[in-house]
Each structure stands twice: as structure tokens, then as C-alpha cells.
């Protein structure tokens, strides 16, 4: 149901006649990021690249977007192959593509633009301190519109290496600085809707300045744990914390640090 919903959140861009042109041309010059074609007959999902299946796709699609009583101005948006929205960060991707039941269908995928120079789309940091506690910041997320703790990360800039990446973002955000990171494993965020993978660093903190966020964040500051009170955290699932002078309930879920602490663990590094 998602594939439909979505799909009404975007404006098809390019012009009629050449929009499967253009996407068949960005799937071969992007091959490396955006993977394998696949085989539905191995159980996988096969995208379809034949320009007359695509267009069979598109006609089976918005007959069952009809069906689901869409109108026909937003059936045609919802049944559109190829690469149909785009912004600085993201694109929007509509594939068409055979289920490994043999059926046929659509199905959407996010790409981050950062990643199209076939590197990393950002990064994530596990800030250990000297005295072996853990560093986590204080930040309003505009998706959940609440409070979530969480560990430093971000995007790789173009062509940026990853260790660039990985110091730039945790000095940005939290003011640490080091000389000492150690890899501990790649993660997949949303890998049902996004093709993004992102590294997970742990980084030994040398010392502390200022922070200098981006414009669009809205981190509180911060914060920093023992690794037994972010594992009671996390079973709660949040923490009552001072937020400009007032008590608020500050959620403790994210993935990423929940991910970078476990593999930190079964390395043996913490």
C-alpha cells in the first residue's frame, strides 16, 4: 500500500516520451549503486528493463489503482516507471518489476544522491569517551515532531572520504574531536524503501570544543551515559531530561546507536 500512498506525494517531471529512455539510461550508469537486476525465478525481486514491459507495467498498474477507486489523474501519476522526483538530497525511484510469484507490478526505492559516486551515503559515529562512558546528542526529529537521543551522524559529501566524513559530522554535532576511529560494520536503515548503507564508526574522543551544527538541526546538545544506563534506556525506551528549563520525555529508540552498541560489544571494543 505504501507504493500507491507515495506516490501521490511526488510530480512526475520528465516528458511522456522519454521518461523510460531516461531511467533505463540511469539504472546502466548507476549499476553499481543501484544493484543487480535480480531473477524472480531465484526468489528475488527482477527489475524489468525491457522498454514494452515497462510500458505493459505501467497499464497494469493504473488499472489497479483504478480499481482501489483512485481518479484518473493520480492513477497515472501512481503508475509511472522511472525517475519521478528528485530534491538536493534524494531521489525518487519507480521500478517495474516481476515478483518471484511471477506477477508483475511496481515498487519504490529512495537513492541518496551522495551515493552516486559509488561510496557511502553517510555516516554513523559512537562516541566513546576516556572514562569509557558513551556520548549520545539531544535532537528534535521533524518526522516524529519529538525529542530522540540518538549518535552523531550524516551525510558524505561528493567524492568526501569516509574517515573526512565520519570527523567533520561528529565535530559538527557534538564538539568532540579524534584521532582514533575503529569500523565496526555497515547497516541498512530502511532497506524495504531506501537504498542507502551506512558504516558505523566507534570513535575514541581526544578532546571537546564547540559544536557547529548545520542550520537545519535541532540538536539540544550533549549527552553522556555508561553503557548499563543506555541499555536501561533503551528498554524503557525513553528518558524524562531538561529541555530548556522544562521535563521531557526525550525518546531512546534509534537504530543506529542501538546497532553501533551491539556491535561494539560483540567486537569485544567496549
Known amino acids: 500500500m505504501i507504493h500507491y500512498v507515495l506516490a501521490t506525494l511526488f510530480t512526475f ?12 539510461k540511469f539504472l546502466t550508469e548507476h549499476q553499481a549503486v543501484l544493484g543487480k537486476k535480480g531473477n524472480f525465478k531465484e526468489g528475488e525481486i527482477e527489475v524489468v528493463t525491457d522498454t514494452l514491459r515497462i510500458r505493459d507495467v505501467e497499464k497494469l498498474q493504473k488499472a489497479r489503482c483504478l480499481k482501489k477507486g483512485m481518479s484518473e489523474e493520480d492513477a497515472i501519476l501512481a503508475s509511472k516507471i522511472g525517475l519521478i522526483s528528485e530534491d538536493l538530497y534524494w531521489i525518487f525511484i519507480r521500478d517495474a518489476v516481476i ?13 541518496k544522491k551522495c551515493s552516486l559516486d559509488n561510496g557511502p551515503a553517510g555516516v554513523a559515529i559512537l562516541p566513546l569517551l576516556p572514562e569509557g562512558r558513551i556520548a549520545a ?10 525529542w530522540e537521543l540518538e549518535i552523531p551522524r550524516g551525510d558524505r559529501q561528493p567524492s568526501e572520504p569516509i574517515e573526512v566524513a565520519l570527523k567533520r559530522e561528529l565535530e559538527e554535532e557534538t564538539g568532540f574531536y579524534t584521532s582514533e576511529s575503529i569500523y565496526l560494520g555497515d547497516m541498512a536503515p530502511d532497506p524495504g524503501m531506501a537504498s542507502s548503507i551506512v558504516p558505523i564508526y566507534l570513535a575514541k574522543v581526544d578532546k571537546q570544543g564547540l559544536s557547529n551544527q548545520d542550520y537545519s ?8 551515559f555508561t553503557i548499563a544506563e543506555i541499555k536501561e534506556a533503551l528498554v524503557k525506551g525513553y528518558l ?17 546507536l542501538t546497532y553501533a552498541l551491539f556491535l561494539a560489544e560483540c567486537r569485544g571494543i567496549i
Open 217 to 224: 538541526e535541532a540538536i539540544l546538545g550533549v549527552r553522556t
Open 240 to 256: 524524562d531530561l531538561d529541555v530548556k528549563g522544562k521535563q521531557e520525555k526525550v525518546y531512546v529508540r534509534d537504530s543506529f
Open 99 to 111: 515478483f518471484p510469484t511471477g506477477a508483475e507490478g511496481s515498487y519504490n526505492r529512495m537513492i
Open 13 to 24: 517531471s520528465l516528458h511522456a516520451e522519454d521518461h523510460v529512455e531516461t531511467y533505463l
Open 137 to 146: 546528542i539531544v535532537a528534535f526529529r521533524h518526522a516524529t515532531r519529538v
